[in-house]
């Protein structure tokens, strides 16, 4: 493994031992379970999925939304 990878995984350690300890074992289990790294191009997804929508759209959606 090189020195990057190294650190990248102390520090995921770390940060899972810290959020085990701030959220107790059985929140910590349950954030565990519904982790997922995804799958696809978000960004590509994203953009064909609001090709057709206006910032007008966007507004009276959130003025409907709130």
């Not at 493994?1 to 995984?9: A, G, P």
């Not at 954030?31 to 910032?55: A, F, H, P, V």
């Amino acid at each position: 493994m090189s020195t990057i990878q190294n650190d990248l995984e102390k520090i995921r350690k770390e940060e899972l031992k810290a959020l085990r300890e701030k959220l107790g074992l059985h929140e910590f289990i349950k954030l565990l379970q519904s982790y997922s790294e995804g799958k696809g191009d978000y960004t590509k997804e994203r953009r064909e999925l609001l090709k057709n929508i206006t910032k007008e759209d966007f507004e009276k959606f959130l003025a409907e939304n709130n």
